[in-house]
């Protein structure tokens, strides 16, 4: 069976997004190049870690990730990514309001599933086949994963900032033995942990 | 002038002990093993890192760090570290309670500071002259120099474990920069890193 992974970029202090965020700052304020700045600017010195980000069968999102919006859809929003997502794959998306299926080009489709966590993740365990789940966040949709034991394998890529403030990863997902997958790599711009969640 | 450093063992969600520390359970429930073990499981392994804990010249810590006990002193408590215990150099105990200084064997004093962090901190700069001062815990003490700008350099032993609840780091202490201080090492039991304050 494939395994669930989930790959999140955190502060030194556990937020993965700055407080109040908007289609002006889709990562929160003060947050997006202090978060992700290594995936933009130094991708080339990351590639191994960018690679891995979207290199799974299929992926799960939450609506705050897809969107900005809130409530019923606007039908115009196909995400962030422009006409090309960097996913090449189904990417599940939950949400309390139903909608059609958004092919998108490149082998991204966007389904959109309502009823939990549980029925995104066969939707995309049988998606994905022998390849790996990503739970892509945001932190919400991910501390419910954990939470309910469903994440195998954890990389936390962490940056050198204390935000103080903004979606907390890993409120209320209890507590939970680690350990190391990987060797930790690189640079000060970021570093790159890989645990395994013990059970 | 001296640095200001500080060493934390610290979980993945920014913990740096359980809930409910007491005397049977000094760093919390469940957490003394999931924090601390590499320093003892496998200190031969981490000794520059375990070396570099106690390497400053005075040291300051929380009246919480050094006792179970709150509000007036039992003077027979002398601290959790034996006679002799490892910061062989002055160590400044933040109280509300006076309290008459404690020399230890091996060069040891406790002093006891009533008139807060700043006042604590001169008093530690002096007493450690060139070498570095250490800001020796707990999360709450930690987390006030931290706000208040006066740490330099902030080391984290990271433990590969989700908390989940207890004292955590980096609570109020604002939006803060940082760039790594050296390369990360480690191994399966904990990964170290450190990190200078940008200001």
């Given at each position: ?31 997006e ?43 115009d ?15 599940f ?99 790159h ?7």
């Amino acid at each position: 069976m494939s395994r669930v992974v989930c790959d999140m970029a955190m502060s030194v202090d556990g937020f993965v997004a700055g407080p109040n965020q908007s289609l002006r700052n889709p990562i929160g304020e003060n947050a997006e190049n202090r978060l992700h700045g290594w995936m933009f600017e130094d991708s080339e010195a990351h590639a191994e870690a960018i690679a891995a980000i979207v290199d799974a069968g299929a992926f799960i999102m939450g609506r705050n990730m897809f969107s900005p919006g809130r409530g019923e859809w606007d039908l115009d929003w196909k995400g962030w990514w422009g006409d090309e997502p960097p996913y090449h794959g189904p990417v599940f998306v939950l949400t309390h309001h139903a909608r059609e299926p958004i092919p998108m080009e490149g082998g991204t489709t966007f389904h959109f599933v309502t009823d939990g966590i549980d029925a995104a993740l066969a939707l995309a365990r049988e998606a994905a086949g022998e390849r790996d789940v990503s739970i892509a966040g945001g932190a919400s949709t991910v501390n419910q994963y954990l939470a309910a034991g469903h994440i195998d394998e954890l990389r936390l890529h962490v940056t050198p900032v204390i935000l103080g403030r903004g979606e907390r990863l890993f409120d209320g997902v209890g507590d939970i033995d680690l350990e190391p997958a990987g060797p930790v790599t690189g640079d000060s711009r970021v570093t790159h942990t890989r645990y395994r969640v013990v059970r």
